[in-house]
T-cell receptor, first 113, second 112 residues
Framework: DVKVTQSSRYLVKRTGEKVFLECVQD?????MFWYRQDPGLGLRLIYF???????EKGDIPEGYSVSREKKERFSLILESASTNQTSMYLC????????????FGQGTRLTVV | DQQVKQNSPSLSVQEGRISILNCDYT??????FLWYKKYPAEGPTFLIS?????DKNEDGRFTVFLNKSAKHLSLHIVPSQPGDSAVYFC???????????FGKGTRLHILP
């Protein structure tokens, strides 16, 4: 079974802090994703990585950056956390290629106060 | 502009009846469509998918139908069970680009 593990289930951070959300997958997947889920807005793609050190912006990259130094690990960085970044953050990975599904981690509920 | 649309925020269905969840898309380049189920405080789990070369895919109680000309797909759950109460997300991707784009979700309530 594919396992995608996010480092924290719940986080509380202060406005202005630099926040790191870590995600690790164990299936040698090429692609990794960061989404956020907000009520009424569904899942919105923040960043996507299709290989080590390669990344693409998603629909809402503002205020975020990412790092993928190793294939299995994909980090989401909030450079200066703000209250409007309070959300559920979901990491996913997929094999890539034709017709492949993504597998999700359990999510990190981030609260910025 | 939303590329994947789920226009019903919620749906209530009697246990044992059929649940039908709908999804529309705007980008004709999408060629792979997925449905995910999500419980509160958990990550989404993959349910079923369909490629654009098919118009139907079935897996147990779950069937997905694709109407390419209408840019519409639907998920049928028969019979509906209490454990099916969850949020269902429709998603789409295109072969040349592995990004997966999600809709806003539909909350399904199965009534006893």
């Amino acid at each position: 079974d594919v396992k995608v593990t996010q480092s924290s289930r719940y986080l509380v951070k202060r406005t202005g802090e630099k926040v790191f959300l870590e995600c690790v997958q164990d299936m040698d997947h090429e692609n990794m994703f960061w989404y956020r889920q907000d009520p009424g807005l569904g899942l919105r793609l923040i960043y996507f990585s299709y290989d080590v050190k390669m990344k693409e912006k998603g629909d809402i990259p503002e205020g975020y950056s990412v790092s993928r130094e190793k294939k299995e690990r994909f980090s989401l960085i909030l450079e200066s956390a703000s209250t409007n970044q309070t959300s559920m953050y979901l990491c996913a990975s997929s094999r890539g290629g034709v017709y492949t599904e993504a597998f999700f981690g359990q999510g990190t509920r981030l609260t910025v106060v | 502009d939303q590329q994947v649309k789920q226009n019903s925020p919620s749906l209530s269905v009697q246990e044992g009846r059929i649940s039908i969840l709908n999804c529309d898309y705007t980008n004709s380049m999408f060629d792979y469509f997925l449905w995910y189920k999500k419980y509160p405080a958990e990550g989404p789990t993959f349910l079923i998918s369909i490629s654009s070369i098919k118009d139907k895919n079935e897996d147990g109680r779950f069937t997905v139908f694709l109407n390419k000309s209408a840019k519409h797909l639907s998920l049928h759950i028969v019979p509906s069970q209490p454990g099916d109460s969850a949020v269902y997300f429709c998603a789409a991707s295109m072969n040349r680009d592995d990004k997966i784009i999600f809709g806003k979700g539909t909350r399904l309530h199965i009534l006893p």
